[in-house]
């Protein structure tokens, strides 16, 4: 079993930044990949980016591409989201999540574990 906790989220103006981080414990996650998802008010919960497990393989989704950053420190067990440039669009309560795979996994279902989230506020 792998556990993720997420933190690093919170209220931030139009225009700032934050880093989102994701905790693991149970299992070494160097030979998972590692994604972040977010669910906005009112939306179904969609791919934001992933990261293999070497951390040489990265994929963004259109609407944070170049924006965002995923990153990963395996000595750590512990992924990052650095978000910048944020709009108000990107509030969500944002998930990291752990696939037992190798390459990057765009797909939800294939990821095994999820943490609770965090929620991130960006007012205009």
């Known amino acids: 079993q792998v556990q993720l906790v997420e933190s690093g989220g919170g209220l931030v103006q139009a225009g700032g930044s934050l880093t989102l981080s994701c905790a693991a414990s149970?299992?070494?996650?160097?030979?998972?990949?590692m994604g972040w998802f977010r669910q906005g008010p009112g939306k179904e919960r969609e791919f934001v980016t992933t990261?293999?497990?070497?951390?040489?393989?990265?994929l963004f989704a259109d609407s944070v591409k170049g924006r965002f950053t995923i990153s990963r420190d395996n000595a750590k067990n512990t992924a990052y989201l650095r978000m910048n440039s944020l709009k108000p669009e990107d509030t969500a309560v944002y998930y990291c999540?752990?696939?037992?795979?190798?390459?990057?996994?765009?797909?939800?279902?294939?990821?095994?574990?999820w943490g609770q989230g965090t929620q991130v506020t960006v007012s205009s």
């Open positions: 999540a752990a696939a037992f795979t190798r390459g990057v996994v765009v797909n939800p279902a294939t990821y095994n574990y």
């Open positions: 990261i293999s497990g070497s951390g040489g393989s990265t």
């Open positions: 149970g299992r070494p996650i160097n030979n998972y990949a």
